[in-house]
């Protein structure tokens, strides 16, 4: 239901309302719960990218060199670009995976790892990426937390 059908509806004076724009005011600056929807957004999408070796949303990764394809072989790596032992992979998309580092706050969500060639990757092949869905999914999680604490709040 839009915003303006609330102010609409028979039983919701001024002092409802406002008091109900206060909560959500409130809402807005301990937002954590929808923080925490965001980073399970942003968990799936770094894994399908992954999991696409870069080709989520167009485009593909730079292949690996012939060398390097030949000592994942030789080392029982995983050959898919991107994979070779999953470290990378997993402190972006695995909760509580190794090298990860996650905050989740009022207002942000702080991803990221602390493996020493994730710079290198994300220029050659990166990773990193939001699609438009994910930013709307994104803005999706905050619009429905701050309308439902907008529609949840009684004076």
């Given at each position: 239901?839009?915003?303006?059908?609330v102010?609409?509806?028979?039983?919701?004076?001024?002092?409802?309302?406002?008091?109900?724009?206060?909560?959500?005011?409130?809402?807005?600056?301990?937002?954590?719960?929808?923080?925490?929807?965001?980073?399970?957004?942003?968990?799936?999408?770094?894994?399908?990218?992954?999991?696409?070796?870069?080709?989520?949303?167009?485009?593909?990764?730079?292949?690996?060199?012939?060398?390097?394809?030949?000592?994942?072989?030789?080392?029982?790596?995983?050959?898919?670009?991107?994979?070779?032992?999953?470290?990378?992979?997993?402190?972006?998309?695995?909760?509580?995976?190794?090298?990860?580092?996650?905050?989740?706050?009022?207002?942000?969500?702080?991803?990221?790892?602390?493996?020493?060639?994730?710079?290198?990757?994300?220029?050659?092949?990166?990773?990193?990426?939001?699609?438009?869905?994910?930013?709307?999914?994104?803005?999706?999680?905050?619009?429905?937390?701050?309308?439902?604490?907008?529609?949840?709040?009684?004076a």
């Amino acid at each position: 239901m839009p915003v303006f059908e609330v102010f609409a509806t028979p039983g919701h004076d001024g002092k409802t309302v406002a008091f109900r724009f206060q909560r959500m005011g409130a809402a807005a600056v301990r937002a954590k719960p929808a923080m925490e929807a965001i980073a399970a957004v942003m968990f799936r999408a770094y894994g399908m990218t992954f999991e696409s070796q870069g080709r989520r949303g167009g485009g593909s990764w730079k292949r690996d060199s012939v060398e390097w394809l030949e000592r994942k072989m030789r080392n029982n790596l995983d050959p898919r670009i991107g994979h070779a032992t999953l470290a990378l992979r997993r402190s972006m998309s695995v909760p509580g995976a190794a090298h990860q580092s996650l905050e989740i706050g009022n207002t942000f969500v702080h991803l990221s790892t602390d493996l020493p060639y994730a710079a290198v990757e994300q220029r050659e092949r990166p990773f990193l990426r939001l699609l438009p869905g994910d930013k709307l999914a994104m803005r999706n999680i905050v619009r429905d937390y701050l309308l439902g604490t907008f529609r949840a709040a009684r004076a």
